[in-house]
């Protein structure tokens, strides 16, 4: 019997890509030990940019055909399919009864999690890439159309948009009074959640696709300037900033004081939130873009595969070959891990 | 040499290449001769002036700027004159706008042919693509009318090409998955039987075809452990017919003549009109995917010209270069034991390679009319800038 998710989108925050600044998808941090079996493998057949989000014993996942599968995780099939207008490079998330995604063509879905019908369906002029996320019953996104955009979450109306001064491929993160989205242009812009008025930006050296995390006063985001960024969080005001090797795509996990972030040079960093000094430098392959996930002592990210780090020094305790990724993330659930790889598979390891 | 090519009707009716080559240099162990490879081109397509090698046959303008690559970051400054000087160089133009529309007009569509293999590594820069794509507007054509592509969506995204070129720009990856053959054109191919694999055919990409008007290259300095090096030809020819890896299987390679009999497909002959080659970085082995630094130069160069055999001609001078300087054996080495069969070995290990390089295709691309490949006969004008 497939269990209920809230049925209110009044009450449901997903505040952050992959749910809350530790990137676990609201899951909380879980025990997580290095796999030793598959249990179940799906082959969609189609290339998954994004990463799979858990629902109840649902897993979310959204081909880059623009198909978003329901994948009943106790027996490892879809339970149902709702095809897009578009390809998708979208990780969707969840607000009680919907799954919420975007796509290439300018759509965003509230698809309901329990039949894959379309429940409204909202355009816009450009890639929609990043992950929606809600608070209060709004639904929050930016788009390679330069706008981000606010929505109501029953109807899919826009509330208010506000043109920035790039494309935007940052998922937001959504704080109580204000939100904040990097952009194109290398700007991170804080906004009024209430009417998108904007409250400042800050300049890095290139464009930001990474996804900010909050912490406490601190916003943390990466730059394609090769630059990891702490931001006040009231006035945009840098407080440190540290090099990595090349740019930055991967957006930083934020757990224990430490936010971690991977580099396209191919290493993670865990740097202390508010002193900027660097713990631990380790690589984690060739190229890193996806987010890194907090479990309760590891910090997991996906390369060429699943890498497990110690949170405390770095030292890797384990690795699975399994789950080549551009953006995605694993789904670290107690015993299980489900991931997705970019060559169309999917995973459940035990 | 002993090359002949020849042209025959084909049963399609339309125009067709049927082209058979020898290996091209004194081998050190036997290799097999390639297959017959057949080109069906699209038709009704007239060549121009603008057609490879286009309005400055072996002319070759080497931009250097040193301090245009630093602790690895292009400088978009540095980079927006060195395009600027090379342009004026090669053209004999006094303006940067008068130098550009001797290749594009306003009414054009462009499509800008990026490299991102190797992303982040070592791919085209997005410095150089905004340059281009100001110069395409400094001559009138909108953005919207301007295709940045290549066949594989991964590498783009892998890049980060989306968010680091401007708004209004199309940014397209043909492939978005394996055996994605949905935007090519299945009447413009090249056939050729290499290795008894099952699909002998490789399609031109609609975008190329049918899509743009002119197209301007931007490939990158890399060897590559098939074809000796990438470059111009073969970001053009590799990277806009489908199903090519298949005409290397170790330790054998038929990137010669493959590559340029691909270049000489129309219309991809013709629209191709100005080839920018990224040297920011320089790949001396290990490509064109290595990751590791070691085997990575920061050079701060860029090549520009309309002949893309002279260009190539001169990128093979500065990995062979590189290479000797480097003490690892030239890209034209067949020595049997130079070869691996081992990945890791040859991605750590510069003496050792894959498979038997066959940077012929660059002389065989010239004998096609590509371009000039006699070094004697190349106008390498060398420029500074600051």
Redo the contacts between chains.
């Keep these: 019997m497939r269990p209920e998710l809230n049925q209110s989108t009044a009450i449901c925050d997903w505040v952050t890509l992959l749910h809350d600044a530790a990137r676990t998808g609201g899951l909380g941090l879980r025990s997580t030990h290095a796999p030793s079996r598959v249990r179940w493998q799906l082959r969609i057949g189609r290339s998954i940019r994004g990463a799979p989000v858990l629902g109840g014993e649902t897993l979310y996942l959204a081909s880059i055909e623009g198909t978003l599968y329901a994948v009943d995780v106790t027996v490892g099939r879809a339970s149902w399919i709702f095809q897009g207008s578009g390809r998708a490079h979208s990780t969707p998330s969840i607000c009680g009864p919907k799954v919420l995604f975007g796509c290439d063509d300018g759509k965003v879905y509230a698809i309901d999690h329990a039949s894959g019908k379309k429940l409204w369906a909202a355009s816009t002029q450009g890639e929609v890439w990043t992950s929606l996320v809600t608070r209060n019953g709004v639904g929050y996104f930016g788009c390679a159309d330069t706008n981000f955009y606010a929505v109501d979450l029953e109807t899919g109306t826009v509330q208010w948009k506000t043109p920035l001064g790039g494309k935007i491929y940052s998922t937001a993160y959504v704080a109580e009074t204000q939100l904040y989205v990097g952009c194109g242009d290398g700007r991170l812009y804080s906004l009024d959640r209430a009417n998108g008025r904007v409250l400042w930006s800050a300049q890095t050296g290139e464009a930001i696709d990474s996804s900010p995390a909050v912490a406490g006063d601190r916003v943390v985001v990466g730059s394609e300037d090769f630059y990891v960024y702490a931001l006040d969080a009231r006035t945009g005001a840098v407080r440190w900033k540290h090099a990595t090797g090349l740019g930055i795509a991967s957006s930083p996990a934020v757990s224990h004081g430490v936010a971690v972030v991977g580099s396209k040079d191919g290493y993670l960093y865990a740097i202390d939130i508010q002193s900027g000094e660097l713990y631990w430098r380790v690589q984690a392959g060739e190229v890193v873009t996806a987010p890194p996930v907090f479990g309760q002592e590891v910090v997991c990210v996906q390369a060429a595969g699943l890498v497990a780090f110690e949170i405390t020094t770095g030292k890797m305790v384990w690795k699975a070959g399994l789950g080549g990724a551009v953006q995605s993330a694993p789904v670290l659930s107690g015993n299980l891990i489900y991931l997705s790889s970019q060559d169309g598979e999917v995973y459940a390891l035990e | 040499m002993d090359r002949r090519a020849f042209v025959k009707s084909t049963l399609l009716g339309g125009p067709g290449l049927v082209f058979q080559v020898d290996q091209g240099v004194p081998a050190q162990v036997s290799l097999p001769q390639p297959p017959p490879i057949e080109v069906h081109g699209g038709a009704g397509v007239k060549a121009t002036p603008l057609s490879m090698p286009g309005l400055y046959p072996g002319r070759v303008v080497e931009v250097s700027a040193p301090q245009a690559i630093q602790s690895?970051?292009v400088s978009q400054p540095v980079v927006a004159r060195m395009i600027e000087r090379g342009l004026k160089e090669l053209t004999e133009e006094k303006s940067l706008c008068a130098a550009w529309s001797k290749f594009v007009q306003a009414t054009d569509v462009v499509g800008i042919k990026i490299n991102p293999s190797g992303?982040?590594?070592c791919c085209s820069s997005p410095e150089i693509i905004r340059e281009i794509i100001r110069g395409l507007e400094c001559v009138g054509v909108p953005k919207q009318n301007i295709v940045v592509w290549d066949r594989y969506?991964?590498e783009i995204?892998?890049g980060?090409y989306?968010?680091?070129l401007?708004?209004g720009v199309e940014i397209v990856g043909i492939e978005?998955?394996?055996g994605d053959v949905s935007g090519y054109d299945l009447n413009i191919y090249c056939e050729a039987n290499f290795f008894g694999e099952w699909e002998t055919r490789s399609y031109m990409a609609d975008v190329a075809a049918h899509r743009v008007t002119k197209l301007i290259n931007v490939p990158t300095t890399k060897d590559h452990s098939a074809s000796g090096v990438t470059g111009c030809l073969k970001n053009l020819g590799y990277g806009t017919f489908n199903n090519v890896a298949r005409s290397h299987r170790a330790p054998y390679s038929f990137t010669n003549p493959l590559i340029g009999l691909m270049c000489s497909a129309e219309p991809l002959r013709s629209k191709a009109v100005l080839h920018i080659m990224d040297g920011m970085r320089l790949v001396w082995h290990g490509g064109p995917l290595t990751?590791i630094g070691d085997f990575i130069e920061q050079v701060g160069t860029v090549f520009i010209g309309t002949d893309p055999v002279a260009l190539d001609t001169m990128e093979l001078q500065a990995v062979e270069s590189k290479r000797r300087q480097k003490g690892v054996p030239s890209v034209w080495e067949h020595n049997p034991k130079s070869i691996t069969t081992s990945n890791d070995e040859f991605f750590r290990d510069p003496s050792k390679n894959l498979f038997y390089r066959q940077p012929g295709h660059i002389q065989a691309a010239d004998k096609l009319g590509l371009g000039i490949s006699d070094l004697k006969r190349i106008d390498h004008r060398i420029v500074e800038t600051g």
Excluded: E, K
Aim: charged letters at 10%; a neutral charge.
């Design positions: 690895n970051r992303a982040p590594a969506a991964y995204d892998i980060g989306q968010s680091l401007p708004p978005a998955g394996v990751q």
